[in-house]
């Protein structure tokens, strides 16, 4: 039997890696054939099986032909048990567990390991015990039993990454979000672009009470830059990019109610209507608070925010319909208050149609659309 890998080993895990799992069984069994006797050939050939998800029985059959070479190989040992997991006999996989830490109860992995499975074998003898239902005690138990062995994983090796993240599944499973908060803390500083924890923390920093569609956009942004390829973080930044496409629409109803109010379209007791039509100087005048609100409310807004949420604004507008129906909208009520203001009418009639023709697009969708941005 080999201790140090065989290069040929060496070469096939690379391969699968690689997920070139045919080319690995491949050279894999040239080494078999000249050492029947490689425990780590025949772990490695499991292996293949198990990341190819190709044949759990093939798996099976390779660990069990390196434990027959040594039971107490703690590498055959925890790729049997991934093996039984694959080939649906995922209840044994805690004894195969729990065997490898009498062996090894300095070994870190196990501990996580176990811990990640256990809850989840509790529970499915827990529905098996009770007609598919799971108790609400069994659960807990379960989660309780897990949480301590994913903690004794932690402490064993308070360096590794595994442990915290099974720590924070059983937290979450839990309910208990202060917990899950202090894994994710331990995770990111242990790994600060681990994509998971860094999508949570930029969640809940984002979706927090008072945090503005900006200030949410920048976050998710900032994560971003860490993590190009989350998708998590990729919605969010949409999410807040909508946010903020949403928000053009009050700036055009408020020109709206300008135009409205500028040519006294609403009467009031007591006052008496302007005459029409307005002079062409005081229509003029009519575009200068419009104006004024465009660049304070968006265009100065806009140039303010980070290159890459300007850039995803645009990509928004070309992937989302609903971004372009948002801004059809804006576009449609600044039409309207335009032309509220600008042409010499000489009745209210048109321009009270064109007011709430202006208005009940952006207010009927307004509450509607808003999922959209969650």
Not at 17 to 25: G, I, S, V
Not at 107 to 132: C, E, K, P, Q, V
Not at 334 to 356: D, E, G, K, S, Y
Request: hydrophobic content about 50%; aromatic content about 6%.
């Amino acid at each position: 039997m080999t201790t140090t890998p065989h290069p040929a080993v060496e070469r096939a895990d690379l391969l699968i890696d690689l997920k070139r799992y045919e080319e690995a069984r491949e050279l894999l069994a040239q080494r078999l054939a000249e050492d029947p006797e490689d425990i780590r050939a025949w772990v490695e050939l499991a292996r293949s099986h198990v990341e190819d998800k190709e044949d759990g029985a093939k798996a099976l059959e390779a660990t069990e032909r390196a434990l027959a070479l040594n039971a107490q190989d703690i590498g055959a040992l925890l790729m049997h048990a991934r093996a039984l997991r694959v080939g649906g006999r995922f209840p044994e996989t805690e004894g195969v567990l729990r065997e490898a830490i009498r062996l090894a109860p300095d070994y870190w992995f196990t501990y996580a390991r176990l811990a990640d499975w256990l809850w989840r074998i509790r529970m499915i003898s827990s529905g098996h015990a009770n007609g598919g239902q799971v108790r609400r005690e069994d659960m807990e138990a379960a989660l309780r039993e897990a949480d301590a062995i994913a903690q004794e994983a932690i402490r064993l090796a308070p360096e590794q990454v595994y442990p915290y993240e099974v720590a924070w599944l059983i937290a979450d499973m839990s309910a208990d979000r202060s917990a899950a908060a202090r894994m994710d803390e331990a995770i990111l500083r242990l790994d600060p672009q681990h994509e998971q924890a860094l999508a949570r923390r930029t969640k809940a920093a984002a979706t927090a009470p008072g945090i503005r569609a900006k200030e949410a956009a920048t976050l998710y942004a900032d994560a971003l830059a860490s993590t190009p390829d989350s998708v998590p973080m990729q919605r969010g930044l949409d999410a807040a990019s909508y946010r903020l496409l949403r928000g053009l629409r009050w700036p055009a109803l408020l020109c709206l109610a300008l135009a409205a109010t500028g040519i006294d379209l609403f009467a009031t007791d007591g006052d008496t209507q302007r005459e029409l039509p307005l002079v062409l100087g005081q229509r003029l005048w009519d575009l200068v608070p419009m104006a004024v609100i465009w660049a304070l409310g968006a265009l100065l807004r806009y140039r303010r925010l980070r290159a890459g949420i300007r850039v995803n604004l645009r990509s928004l507008i070309s992937r989302m319909p609903w971004s372009r129906a948002v801004l059809g909208q804006a576009a449609w009520a600044m039409l309207c208050a335009l032309l509220i203001t600008q042409i010499p009418w000489t009745q209210r009639t048109i321009p009270l149609v064109l007011f709430w023709t202006g208005l009940v697009p952006s207010l009927a969708t307004m509450w509607f659309d808003r999922p959209k941005s969650t």
